[in-house]
């Protein structure tokens, strides 16, 4: 009944996925952070641009950000981000277009952490004499990065749904390789229900994992 | 300059400030040259590349027009059709008996754990194999059903949410005053909560038109970013000029939306005829994500 599987990589098609998502992750979280500060910074010009940033790229596709890192990042100015084969070239600007997209909505949860974080926190922190620096490393992110456990895990997830996106600059993910598949196999109904089945597989328990942890490192108040 | 994380800037911190102004104007003007003269080193800044936009009517009427025309008709059709259908399955949610909430809870897993891009591709082959639409027409049916399932399984997240924001109250005067529970149900927790989640449903028609640019790039659904490949092969390859021209018509039409479901949101918050019960426009992308997000607000201590 699975023979069309056969001559098929589903599982490294999936593992591709799972690079997509954790390279993204990893980058969204350390860009996305990097923002959150500049829109709560003392200096107006940050602020300016972190709020623009997250405002143009929220509504903006990130289809339009995908193929825009092809065709025109790769193909018309000829960044190929230190990659010579295509494979290696796409991967790197799907990473880089995922990246852009997601840190606006990892920027937008860690803010709404910030806002939970007691005044009195805050006050103290200043009190102490910390500058702006320290007393967002010290004591405001630690605390507000408990607190988003739970939004940033439903970005987590959203991002790997997202990572099928990659397929339309021809990255040899899930999502590329189920297409190739429904047009040479007579098994849509199978085929279908296989790689459904796998995005359940990564999607699902991240969801419920997380979402404990969540509950578990949350700062009670 | 009402910030609670730093202090009110004595002359020290406002002229360290001023040196971090600058710092950070010179590394963004120095990213825009290097990016400017890569543009202008593969001749992308040729005003023959950017004209047409402003001097040929062509552009917009043949290319860019008819692609945003064909977003608009896929975005409506998907919300037209979602909602009813979202409707009935976030009721069904409610439900007293376990076997209707069941199934409609795990449709709404089900939907909400796949990407929509794999619907897409999904509908697309089984109106090949299993209808006689047209191949033209086909693109288009595909993308709307793929944005139907996904977010109708949204859609229901989001009106069981509004139900569950009204106070318990509600349902149970309309259970004082005799009402069945499909009257409490159709006069007076459904109006109530469709005017509490008009925020949300604004929100979620953002990402139904920016999903629809994925039937553009994989279904070959001529939408607004499909449009920018053959218009940059007839006008000399202005391939970054046509992306910034549609990604700034994404950018208004989506701002927009944004800025209405912002506004629709206070309003209801302020509002004084209403419960100000409200699904926040920001809390569509919980619920667009599997798990259970929705929940009752634990009620105000009775007042003696």
Same mark, same amino acid.
């Given at each position: 009944m699975f023979d069309f599987l056969q001559g098929y990589d589903v599982l490294g098609a999936f593992w591709t996925t799972i690079q997509l998502t954790v390279w993204s992750a990893i980058g969204s979280l350390v860009w996305g952070t990097v923002?959150?500060?500049?829109?709560? /910074?003392?200096?107006?010009?940050?602020?300016?641009?972190?709020?623009?940033?997250?405002?143009?790229?929220?509504?903006?596709?990130?289809?339009?950000?995908?193929?825009?890192?092809?065709?025109?990042?790769?193909?018309?100015?000829?960044? /190929?981000?230190?990659?010579?084969?295509?494979?290696?070239?796409?991967?790197?600007l799907a990473v880089l277009g995922l990246i852009a997209y997601t840190s606006a909505f990892v920027c937008e949860a860690l803010r709404?952490?910030?806002?939970?974080?007691?005044?009195?926190?805050?006050?103290?922190?200043?009190?102490?004499?910390?500058?702006?620096?320290?007393?967002?490393?010290?004591?405001?992110?630690?605390?507000?990065?408990? /607190?988003?456990?739970?939004?940033?895990?439903?970005?987590?997830?959203?991002?790997?749904?997202?990572?099928?996106?990659?397929?339309?600059i021809g990255v040899p993910e899930a999502a590329l390789l189920m297409r190739e598949m429904i047009e040479n196999e007579a098994q849509l109904i199978l085929i279908s229900a296989v790689f459904a089945a796998g995005f359940i597989v990564l999607t699902l328990p991240t969801g419920l994992f997380l979402g404990r942890v969540g509950k578990k490192v949350a700062v009670k108040r | 300059m009402s910030s $609670?994380? +730093?202090?009110?800037?004595?002359?020290?911190?406002?002229? @360290?400030?001023?040196? +971090?102004?600058?710092?950070?104007?010179?590394?963004?003007?120095?990213?825009?040259?290097?990016?400017?003269?890569?543009?202008?080193?593969?001749?992308?800044?040729?005003?023959?590349?950017?004209?047409?936009?402003?001097?040929?009517? @062509?552009?917009?009427?043949?290319?860019?027009?008819?692609?945003?025309?064909?977003?608009?008709?896929?975005?409506?059709?998907?919300?037209?059709?979602?909602?009813?259908?979202?409707?009935?399955?976030?009721?069904?949610?409610?439900?007293?008996?376990?076997?209707?909430?069941?199934?409609?809870?795990?449709?709404?897993?089900?939907?909400r754990a796949i990407p929509v891009l794999i619907l897409m591709l999904f509908a697309n082959a089984a109106y090949a194999a299993f209808s006689d639409i047209s191949p033209d027409n086909r693109p288009l049916y595909a993308v709307v059903t793929g944005l139907v399932l996904y977010n109708s399984s949204v859609l229901a997240e989001i009106v069981r949410a509004g139900i569950l924001a009204l106070p318990l109250g509600q349902s149970d005067a309309a259970r004082a005053i005799g009402m069945r529970k499909g009257q409490t149900m159709r006069y007076v927790l459904l109006p109530q909560a469709v005017t509490a989640?008009?925020?949300?449903? $604004?929100?979620?028609?953002? $990402?139904?038109?920016?999903?629809?640019?994925?039937?553009?790039?994989m279904l070959g659904f001529s939408e607004l970013l499909a449009s920018v490949r053959p218009m940059s092969a007839n006008y000399g390859a202005n391939t970054i000029a046509g992306f910034t021209v549609v990604a700034v018509i994404f950018i208004v039409l989506n701002f927009a939306l944004t800025s209405f479901a912002a506004r629709l949101e206070s309003r209801l918050r302020q509002g004084r005829k209403s419960t100000g019960a409200v699904v926040a426009a920001d809390a569509v992308e919980e619920l667009a994500t599997p798990g259970e997000h929705v929940g009752r607000k634990p009620e105000p201590p009775e007042r003696s």
């Open positions: 923002l959150a500060a500049m829109r709560v /910074s003392p200096v107006p010009v940050m602020r300016g641009f972190g709020t623009g940033y997250v405002n143009v790229v929220r509504n903006i596709p990130l289809t339009v950000i995908i193929v825009f890192t092809s065709l025109g990042l790769f193909q018309t100015l000829g960044v /190929s981000l230190g990659a010579d084969t295509f494979d290696v070239i796409n991967f790197r709404s952490g910030i806002n939970t974080v007691p005044l009195g926190q805050v006050e103290a922190a200043r009190a102490l004499g910390l500058s702006f620096i320290q007393v967002l490393t010290l004591v405001v992110l630690p605390q507000a990065f408990r /607190s988003v456990v739970g939004p940033l895990a439903n970005v987590l997830i959203a991002l790997t749904k997202n990572t099928t996106v990659a397929a339309a | $609670v994380l +730093y202090d009110i800037p004595g002359p020290r911190a406002k002229r @360290r400030n001023i040196l +971090y102004t600058l710092g950070f104007l010179v590394v963004l003007g120095a990213l825009a040259w290097w990016v400017l003269l890569g543009l202008a080193d593969k001749g992308q800044l040729e005003w023959s590349k950017w004209a047409p936009f402003v001097t040929d009517s @062509r552009v917009w009427t043949t290319y860019l027009l008819p692609g945003l025309e064909n977003t608009l008709i896929a975005a409506a059709l998907s919300l037209v059709i979602a909602l009813p259908l979202g409707a009935v399955l976030g009721i069904a949610r409610l439900s007293d008996h376990s076997w209707v909430r069941g199934a409609a809870g795990t449709v709404v897993e089900f939907f989640m008009l925020p949300a449903i $604004v929100s979620q028609m953002v $990402v139904i038109v920016k999903d629809t640019a994925l039937g553009g790039a």
